[in-house]
């Protein structure tokens, strides 16, 4: 069954030529991925920009139609949008409400596979049975963005996980470096769906505090 909902954007991240929405219900953490009826799943441009044209930014509040659920495996965030309803901003939080919404898990999904130039990056097709969800706001002292990768420590591991939120990817490409240090960050990380054997972990959105409390994002 449809059904209209708000939710803070989390990450609108790249996924091909088009993007990976994701949020929690505004007033709760229930994550929700509204994906589209074309193979990848990704959300166009037009079905998710705004009236006047532009992108969802991280900590927008969003309301959108939800046409219905479309759980697949771990991935049991998933839901289905309704097209034909344009999306609205309905306001923005704040770094002290985006602390509300922190979660706080033991390890991202599974460790100890890695691919080359990442740490921590894959799980096993195999160990599928072990994970049940495939969204994670975690907050970390510092990122470093090098290369593809954004590195970090978490929970007693270090991570090195491929990076795919658009916004500090054109950054590094304006600043022509490939290597950048932040500080205190929120990571939305983003289990997807297998790929030659393993699911990747994605650095799908970085909310560092010194760019939303000054405004710059």
């Not at 090098?146 to 990817?169: K, Q, W």
Request: proline fraction near 2%; include cysteine; aromatic fraction near 10%.
């Amino acid at each position: 069954m449809g059904k209209v909902v708000r939710i803070v954007c989390l990450a609108n991240s790249r996924k091909g030529g088009d993007r990976c929405i994701a949020g929690m219900e505004f007033g709760s953490t229930e994550w929700v991925r509204p994906i589209s009826r074309r193979s990848s799943e990704a959300v166009s441009a037009t079905e998710r920009q705004y009236a006047n044209g532009t992108e969802p930014r991280v900590l927008d509040v969003v309301s959108m139609r939800l046409a219905e659920e479309r759980s697949d495996g771990f991935q049991r965030e998933n839901w289905l949008l309704d097209s034909a309803v344009q999306w609205e901003r309905r306001g923005r939080i704040d770094w002290e409400e985006l602390c509300l919404l922190e979660q706080q898990p033991e390890s991202l999904w599974i460790n100890g596979f890695s691919s080359w130039g990442g740490f921590n990056n894959k799980i096993p097709v195999g160990r599928q049975g072990e994970i049940s969800n495939s969204l994670a706001l975690i907050r970390v002292d510092a990122v470093e963005i090098s290369g593809d990768f954004a590195r970090f420590h978490y929970m007693g591991s270090d991570y090195a996980i491929n990076l795919t939120d658009p916004v500090y990817e054109e950054r590094m490409m304006t600043k022509g470096s490939s290597r950048q240090r932040l500080g205190e960050s929120f990571i939305t990380v983003s289990l997807g769906k297998e790929w030659y054997g393993f699911f990747y972990k994605f650095a799908a959105a970085i909310i560092e505090r010194t760019e939303i409390e000054s405004g710059e994002r």
